[in-house]
């Protein structure tokens, strides 16, 4: 007597069920998976905007003064060299100094400075500095920004800052190595993307539509483009009664 083996191949229906199910699957795994590897770049953006601010903090607290936020040559005209390019920030940092390339602004490019950092030290979300580096190094000047507002009235925010460090903003996340009120919201309308002047001053809501701001005291919060703003435009009322 023969006996007829049972067929164990997948029916098409059988199959379309495995693929369905496997499509269900991954719908909700890949958004997980998006949402855990943004949340673990913003926290490495974290800690180095952190970090940065404690290294700013310290200066100040052992210089009784800011580190500039940029340095005028007027010995070759208006040539600003800003935080981020200065031998001192370099040495909170224990990084190397660097030659005057790196800290002289290449008037007429759209990388107006040579970038100096290594990737670890970059914004992980920064698309456009991790997407334009030069010689193996990236840009910080389009990773982090300083509260420009603090230097407008640098004596004034000087004789507060070790009383109300928890209540001054130090950096956020931008496009540009400084920020203010008027220009922070630039990135609504051009997004990581750097265009030169139309892009000046600008903050990067790159972490799900937030920046990571820092303090002067190191702690880190994250501000929507309105948050910020509001935040920054009480600075207008701190510089009048400055005045």
């Not at 997980?32 to 913003?42: D, F, M, N, W, Y």
């Not at 008037?107 to 698309?127: D, N, T, W």
């Not at 004789?159 to 990135?187: F, G, P, T, V």
Request: hydrophobic share 40%.
């Amino acid at each position: 007597m023969r006996f007829k083996r049972p067929n164990r191949a997948f029916t098409l229906m059988e199959l379309l069920v495995v693929l369905g199910v496997i499509a269900l699957m991954m719908s909700v795994i890949l958004p997980t998976l998006h949402r855990v590897k943004e949340s673990a770049r913003t926290i490495q953006c974290k800690t180095l905007i952190k970090n940065y601010s404690l290294a700013l903090y310290a200066y100040f607290l052992q210089t009784n003064q800011l580190l500039p936020i940029s340095v005028q040559d007027w010995s070759r005209g208006i040539v600003m060299h800003p935080w981020h390019s200065l031998e001192e920030f370099r040495v909170l940092l224990n990084l190397p100094p660097t030659g005057p390339e790196y800290r002289d602004r290449r008037i007429g490019q759209l990388q107006e400075y040579k970038p100096a950092f290594e990737r670890r030290f970059i914004c992980p979300s920064a698309g456009y500095a991790l997407n334009h580096p030069e010689e193996g190094l990236y840009p910080m000047d389009r990773s982090y920004g300083l509260n420009a507002h603090v230097y407008y009235f640098e004596d004034y925010v000087r004789r507060r800052l070790e009383s109300q460090s928890s209540r001054i903003l130090c950096m956020a996340d931008a496009m540009d190595w400084w920020m203010n009120y008027w220009q922070c919201d630039k990135y609504l309308e051009y997004g990581e993307n750097w265009v030169g002047f139309n892009t000046y001053g600008t903050a990067a809501f790159r972490h799900q539509d937030k920046a990571n701001v820092s303090f002067w005291d190191g702690h880190v919060d994250q501000m929507t483009a309105e948050e910020l703003k509001s935040h920054l435009r009480q600075w207008l009322d701190v510089d009048r009664s400055a005045k």
